[in-house]
């Protein structure tokens, strides 16, 4: 039955309010004290407190990075839009993007983990950087990756404060949710590095597929089944019952699914996790599993939103469909407890990117252009810092809400996938140089950039009328072009010039296990 303190109009009761909050921070605690535990664990040196001294196993391993995916784009944004345009959101995240990036997985991921096996590296910048005996590329590839993480930080504070917003009726602010996800993240992340990062994303993890299923269960047990479901949209929706539409084009499919598995690869909270795994039989049994892991939560996900709409449940502007239409057809708890699940996804999204942004600073940019000579112990401590400078500047950032949940992420998506050919191209092609590499990764970023900044320019060709700087053309996302720019100058570059004598592309060549 909907929840009557909804339906009749007076918001949720003090009561009501009070359990939601208290099954929230509850479970944040949980989390807290597992990171207290990895705590007591986690050692002095970078590689220990980054890396998790290179130890996970199949199940942590697959399940870190599992949860490091999903983040408030997948429990808010995504079924936002399957309510507004319909189920198809299902293919571009469920099914391609979770082929897609299980393929890049092997193609990047098990390569970068036979070299940092090899040689010790700890991020993808350090490890460019070392290849091509320049400071200036990695502290280029460390950059760009900080620059667009920063969006992507503040797109989980975003969502915290949304989400924690539309589950209170608005009892808690905006900026309450949005701090408290941020300071529970500082404590953690900040105490227990890789490790407790690990651990607390593996609970998570299990903790979101079972909540996602249970509430699915429970929503159709309270409008009377998938028979009816299907009746809401066959009424009001008719349209959502067909492949595609005016919104999902093949276009749009392709662009996104491509632009997100790329640019997924080439996140720092995710690519780091390449570097991790005990050993190659555990990589490759993780990304076999992928996309299987990631059906089993978008999917649901994905359809609450779509059935959403066929039952009519109206979405306040700025509001997410997934609490209100737990809070109509759900007891108060439970839809506390699955936004304390939304919020889980959150942050095991946010701890990873906070731990690997730290080590993108203190590694790739303070330690080669700073203080070369930085101790282990000053470096983890250095690290710690970060984490709480960042949070904090992305926490003030998110408080302009520069965009929606969708507009946010896909920007960030789209700048990632920018590195990602040019670091394939490096990792396959010996005769790689380092010019190609500063050609291949500035260009598309140039051009990428122009696009997300500078205004829309309309212009008349022979009487038609030309969009310049879009986002799209002819439907099909500019970042595909900066891709398939950076692609060619980085292939193109590393044609017509010579290595240098301290360019090393023995670095890459690795014998598979």
């Known amino acids: 039955m909907p929840n009557p303190a909804l339906l009749s109009g007076g918001g949720l009761s003090t009561a009501a309010t009070s359990v939601e909050l208290l099954v929230v921070v509850g479970y944040l605690l949980v989390a807290l004290l597992v990171g207290l535990l990895a705590y007591r664990l986690t050692g002095t040196d970078a590689e220990d ?18 949860a490091t995916l999903l983040s408030a784009f997948t429990f ?34 098990y390569k970068q983990w036979l070299i940092g096996q090899q040689h010790g590296y700890v991020t993808l910048p350090e490890m460019l950087g070392d290849r091509f005996g320049s400071t200036r590329l990695r502290g280029l590839v460390a950059g760009v990756s900080l620059f667009w993480l920063f969006p992507y930080v503040m797109l989980q504070q975003m969502g915290a404060g949304e989400a924690l917003v539309g589950l209170t009726d608005g009892a808690v602010p905006y900026w309450g949710g949005a701090a408290l996800i941020t300071v529970f993240m500082i404590l953690y992340v900040g105490l227990a590095g890789m490790r407790g990062v690990a651990w607390t994303d593996t609970i998570q993890g299990l ?15 309270a409008i009377g089944g998938p028979a009816v479901a299907a009746a809401g949209l066959e009424a009001n929706n008719p349209t959502f019952l067909a492949l595609g539409s005016s919104f999902y084009t093949p ?26 795994a005990e050993s190659a039989a555990v990589l490759k049994r993780s990304f076999t599993l992928w996309p299987v892991l990631v059906l089993l939560l978008f999917v649901p996900a994905f359809l609450l939103g779509t059935w959403a709409a ?65 101790t282990a112990d000053r470096e983890a401590w250095l690290a710690r810092g970060g984490v ?60 990428y950039l122009s696009h997300v900044f500078v205004p829309t320019v309309p212009i008349d060709v022979g009487g038609v009328t030309i969009a310049l ?35 090393a592309a023995e670095r890459f060549v690795v014998s598979a296990d």
């Open 49 to 66: 407190y980054y890396l998790a001294s290179r130890s996970l196993g199949t199940l942590v391993l697959l399940f870190t990075t599992f």
């Open 76 to 109: 808010f944004a995504g079924p936002n839009l399957a309510y507004a345009q319909g189920p198809e959101w299902i293919l571009v995240m469920g099914t391609m993007d979770g082929i897609l990036f299980a393929i890049l997985w092997y193609l990047i991921g």
């Open 207 to 221: 903790f979101m597929l079972g909540v996602i299923w249970i509430a699915v269960a429970w929503v159709l047990s």
């Open 251 to 276: 276009q749009y499919i392709i662009s996104t699914a491509v632009v997100i598995a790329f640019g997924v690869t080439m996140f720092p909270q995710i690519n780091q996790r390449f570097f991790v």
């Open 310 to 374: 066929g039952l009519g449940v109206s979405v306040p502007e700025g509001a997410n469909v997934l609490p209100v239409l737990l809070g109509e057809y759900t007891p108060a708890w439970f839809a506390a407890l699955v936004i304390a699940g939304a919020m889980a996804a959150m942050m095991s999204s946010s701890d990873s990117m906070l731990l690997s942004g730290s080590s993108y600073f203190t590694r790739d940019l303070y330690r080669p252009f700073v203080e070369p000579a930085v």
């Open 388 to 447: 709480v400078a960042f949070a904090t500047g992305t926490f003030l950032a998110s408080l302009t809400r520069p965009g929606t949940l969708i507009q946010v992420g896909s920007t960030a998506f789209g700048g990632f996938a920018q590195l990602a050919l040019p670091v394939m191209v490096a990792l396959y092609w010996p005769k790689t140089t380092r010019l190609g590499m500063l050609a291949g990764i500035g260009g598309s970023q140039l051009l």
């Open 469 to 503: 700087f879009a986002r799209t053309y002819g439907g099909w996302d500019v970042a595909l072009a900066g891709m398939a720019l950076g692609a060619a100058l980085t292939i193109g570059v590393s044609w017509v010039t010579t290595a240098g004598i301290d360019e």
